[in-house]
């Protein structure tokens, strides 16, 4: 069965880096484009990166572009987030998730999560 | 503030009806992107629910549906059942912001 399993999240200063990873099993990793979603703590789902099935393709939220970098290596399955320049509102559970695959260009949805790994930015 | 406007906060008896609705503008719904759903229960993960603004993976019940209108959507859900207190985060796509875009979400009480 799918399986995503997020780490490296932990406890950062504001102004830091962090990296997270997700590593993925039980599908074909190099034929899915694969995204990072976040919540903060209480609060709803919010979009944040998208990395095309061979890693050609990134889009970003306004909300992290220049300061978030998602990388794939499809030879080990695994999505990375580097993040910098981090904020208090980065603060947030980040899930690693797979859209899922489908002929209609115009239904764009997610049909995988990871349990996610809790960002804390404090000072 | 969320691209799509959900309800905080819905409730329901058990065996009643209820539905959690979805608005959208013409960027994402009315520009044709469908709407999807998901569920998710404290402290665990989203999971989907309804997908292409209709269709139910396998093992979802249907007891559980969803429709778009313009640019709005729906999810109802019949028989109501305890399990069924949960999140629901409706989603689409938004073309002028180039994204992906949830709901603020809305908590599904059963009384």
């Known amino acids: 069965q799918v399986q995503l399993v997020e780490s490296g999240g932990g406890v950062v200063q504001p102004g830091r880096s962090l990296r997270l990873s997700c590593a993925a099993s039980?599908?074909?990793?190099?034929?899915?484009?694969m995204h990072w979603v976040r919540q903060a703590p209480g609060k709803g789902l919010e979009w944040v990166a998208v990395?095309?099935?061979?890693?050609?393709?990134?889009y970003y939220a306004d909300s992290v572009k220049g300061r978030f970098t998602i990388s794939r290596d499809n030879s080990k399955s695994t999505l990375d987030l580097q993040m910098n320049s981090l904020k208090t509102e980065d603060t947030a559970v980040y899930y690693c998730?797979?859209?899922?695959?489908?002929?209609?260009?115009?239904?764009?949805?997610?049909?995988?999560w990871g349990q996610g790994t809790l960002v804390t930015v404090s000072s | 503030q969320s691209v799509l406007t959900q309800p905080p906060s819905v409730s329901g008896a058990p065996g009643q009806r209820v539905t959690i609705s979805c608005t959208g503008s013409?960027?994402?719904?009315?520009?044709?992107?469908?709407v999807h759903w998901y569920k998710q229960l404290p402290g665990t993960a989203p999971k989907l629910l309804i997908y292409g603004n209709t269709n139910r993976p396998s093992g979802v019940p249907d007891r559980f549906s969803g429709s778009k209108s313009g640019t709005s959507a729906s999810l109802a859900i019949t028989g109501l059942q305890a399990e069924d207190e949960a999140d629901y985060y409706c989603?689409?796509?938004?073309?002028?912001?180039?994204?992906?875009?949830f709901g603020g979400g809305t908590k599904l009480t059963v009384l």
């Open positions: 998730v797979r859209r899922a695959k489908t002929e209609v260009v115009t239904s764009l949805y997610f049909d995988s």
């Open positions: 989603q689409s796509y938004d073309s002028s912001l180039s994204g992906w875009v």
């Open positions: 990395i095309s099935y061979d890693g050609s393709n990134k």
């Open positions: 013409s960027s994402n719904i009315g520009a044709g992107y469908a």
């Open positions: 039980g599908f074909s990793f190099s034929s899915y484009a």
